[in-house]
């Protein structure tokens, strides 16, 4: 594989999870990708993009030209990792969908889950249940709840789901998943090393990384309100926790000592509305 890019007299490193397993070579990372189509897209995005105050990993393209070989990508590296600096990241958030706001909405965004079943069908999946008339609906008998804190999950769903409200902000491509991914490096500007794609509007983004960060990353309750003048923010606010919560239900590798901390972010949210 280090041959197709170019890489043959390199000596891998492990990275670990900062680059979804990848192994580093030189100044080129070797990544594993979940989904072809996404991974290429990604990869063709990042090859021009540019965002104020971002760095992004450009992808390394293989000696044939292709961006994703037999299941591997290769990006450049770039230098940080993970750091709770989360006004940070849900400011990186505003600036970067700045520049993905011309994009166009890829072909597989469109696409329903499909059998059989992998790790982005659930992500799909709890998506749409934040956004559809009735949470879940169209998944079920295909994605089930099967322990006692994913039925929790999805009892608290039902219950959020009468507090939306409808909402007018446009969609446009967005990063779903900027929490715990950012790589900090001192007074350098942060970095990404990939795109992960969702069509929704920019506020929803941001109220992921903040969800994310009460949940599970230790941020403060005021970091709510440090970001309410974001368009129709209780709202977004409210899909995005619908969303973490329909992931927790939905996804196999789910563990229970990952919901009170949901929990305690919907009665947060619950304040606002």
């Given at each position: 594989m280090r041959s197709t890019f170019g890489l043959r007299e390199t000596v891998p490193i492990p990275l670990g999870a900062d680059w979804d397993g990848g192994w580093r070579c030189g100044d080129v990372v070797l990544s594993p990708v979940a989904d072809h189509a996404r991974a290429a897209w990604s990869a063709k995005v990042r090859e021009t993009l540019t965002a104020d105050g971002v760095r992004i990993a450009r992808p390394v393209r293989a000696t044939d030209g292709r961006y994703v070989v037999s299941g591997w990508r290769a990006d450049?590296?770039?230098?940080?990792?993970p750091e709770p600096r989360h006004d940070e990241v849900v400011s990186l958030s505003m600036r970067l969908h700045a520049a993905t706001a011309t994009l166009e909405r890829p072909r597989f965004l469109v696409q329903p889950p499909v059998a059989p079943?992998?790790?982005?069908?659930?992500?799909?999946a709890a998506d749409r249940a934040?956004?559809?008339?009735v949470p879940?609906?169209?998944?079920?008998?295909?994605f089930e709840a099967v322990t006692d804190d994913g039925r929790t999950s999805v009892e608290l769903i039902g219950q959020l789901a009468t507090l939306?409200?409808?909402v007018r902000s446009p969609d446009q491509l967005v990063h779903g998943d900027l929490f715990g991914t950012?790589?900090?490096?001192g007074?350098?500007?942060?970095g990404i090393t990939d795109i992960t794609p969702y069509w929704r509007p920019v506020a929803w983004a941001a109220g992921v990384v903040v969800v994310d960060a009460l949940s599970w990353g230790g941020a403060d309750a005021e970091l709510i309100a440090r970001w309410e003048d974001l368009p129709e923010w209780p709202q977004m606010l409210l899909r995005a926790l619908m969303f973490r919560l329909a992931v927790h239900a939905l996804h196999p590798r789910s563990t229970a000592e990952a919901l009170p901390g949901l929990v305690r972010t919907a009665d947060l949210i619950r304040l606002m509305l």
């Open positions: 450049t590296f770039i230098g940080g990792s079943w992998a790790d982005v069908d659930v992500f799909v934040a956004w559809e008339q879940l609906r169209a998944v079920k008998g295909q939306r409200k409808p950012v790589l900090f490096s007074s350098e500007a942060p």
